[in-house]
């Protein structure tokens, strides 16, 4: 039971990164699944989720009208479009999927994590 992310990389403030989500060994499609991020010395923190058929989302605050979430079911990823990024926005960011059909902003409702894969924002 794996979550793998990838995507990440160091690029420049305003400029916009895809980071991709996949499972292997568990069920994607018919659960909810995040995004998180984790700068260094601060706690993960929610970004992103999106419920089972896509048909919902929700983002944090700091990220509205810059990120948006997305998931193709049939190749079993989630993304996580960003854009104009900052340099705030560093931190090494995970996926992670709930036991639920639908979103929630609560890292401890989700069960299955991936490693986490990084994005430096240079000002």
């Known amino acids: 039971v794996q979550l793998q992310a990838y995507g990440g990389g160091l690029v420049r403030a305003g400029d916009s990164l895809r980071l991709s989500c996949t499972a292997s060994g568990l069920t994607f499609s018919q659960y909810a699944v995040g995004w998180f991020r984790q700068a260094p010395g601060q706690e993960r923190e929610f970004v992103a989720s999106?419920?089972?058929?896509?048909?919902?989302?929700i983002c944090t605050d700091s990220v509205q009208g810059r990120f948006f979430i997305s998931r193709d079911n049939a190749k079993d990823t989630v993304y996580l479009h960003m854009n104009s990024l900052r340099p705030d926005d560093t931190a090494v960011y995970y996926c992670?999927?709930?036991?639920?059909?639908?979103?929630?902003?609560?890292?401890?409702?989700?069960?299955?994590w991936g490693q986490g894969t990084q994005v430096t924002v240079s000002s």
């Open positions: 992670a999927r709930r036991r639920s059909n639908w979103h929630s902003r609560n890292k401890d409702e989700y069960v299955y």
């Open positions: 999106i419920t089972s058929s896509g048909i919902s989302t």
